[in-house]
């Protein structure tokens, strides 16, 4: 299958600094990727819709100053937590999807997700 | 409004049992089914997916999903529990026409296994 990588998997920043995360598509060319939260024992909450070329598109209620994200390639989109802070800790994780072709829908394949940390 | 349940929250059960996790959706056209594993500290892997045909669809790992559009419901379920399963199982809806599309996740089902 098809294989996303997420870097970093683990991160550890003060109050205050910005962090930035990187979500590759190693081996096919993604013009939609897609940016997840996950809160401890919870499910994944849809954050945004990064897509090549253009402005990303939100989720109701996430503020798109403090999580910047940038398409700029097929293969790369990144996710920028700006000022973070302790309530920004959490388990990011970003997909992307590929039309699986022959009328049978698609599929989206995960990075390994990121810690992220705020001390 | 397009949404995913799974009712139980956390479900133990003993090596070599058999399991059944419960997922039930609301979607408005046609769904594409989704069930995906995750370990913990990880991302996630499909189990397997169902578009269209039988009803009944094969996955990795030994798993099975029913899909039954009466109850709207697509349960996965597996004979013979290994240890190596125990993990966090989401199920999971999208219109999977499109690589543009979005995928909800139900909340998620914690399978612990009693050796």
């Known amino acids: 299958g098809a294989v996303v990588s997420q870097h970093p998997s683990r991160v550890i920043c003060k109050s205050g600094t910005s962090v930035k995360i990187e979500c590759r598509s190693l081996?096919?060319?993604?013009?939609?990727m897609f940016w997840y939260r996950q809160f401890p024992k919870q499910s994944l909450m849809l954050m945004a819709t990064s897509n090549e070329g253009s402005k990303a598109t939100y989720e109701q209620g996430v503020e798109k100053d403090k999580f910047l994200i940038n398409h700029a390639s097929l293969t790369l989109s990144t996710l920028t937590v700006t000022s973070a802070h302790p309530e920004d800790s959490s388990f990011y994780i970003c997909?992307?999807?590929?039309?699986?072709?022959?009328?049978?829908?698609?599929?989206?394949?995960f990075g390994q997700g990121t810690r992220l940390t705020v001390v | 409004a397009q949404s995913v349940t799974q009712p139980d929250i956390h479900i133990t059960v003993s090596e070599g049992a058999s399991l059944e996790l419960r997922c039930n959706y609301s979607?408005?056209?046609?769904?594409?089914l989704f069930w995906y594993v995750q370990s913990p500290g990880q991302g996630l892997q499909l189990l397997l997916k169902y578009f269209s045909g039988d009803t009944l669809v094969q996955g990795i790992k030994g798993f099975e999903a029913e899909f039954k559009r009466s109850q709207s419901s697509f349960n996965l379920r597996k004979p013979s529990v290994h240890w190596s399963d125990a993990a966090e199982y989401f199920c999971?809806?999208?219109?999977?026409?499109?690589?543009?599309?979005?995928?909800?996740f139900g909340s998620g089902t914690r399978l612990s296994i009693r050796p």
């Open positions: 999971a809806v999208g219109p999977g026409y499109s690589s543009a599309s979005k995928i909800i």
């Open positions: 081996d096919f060319q993604a013009t939609t």
């Open positions: 997909s992307a999807t590929l039309p699986a072709g022959g009328g049978l829908g698609t599929e989206a394949f």
């Open positions: 979607y408005g056209a046609t769904p594409y």
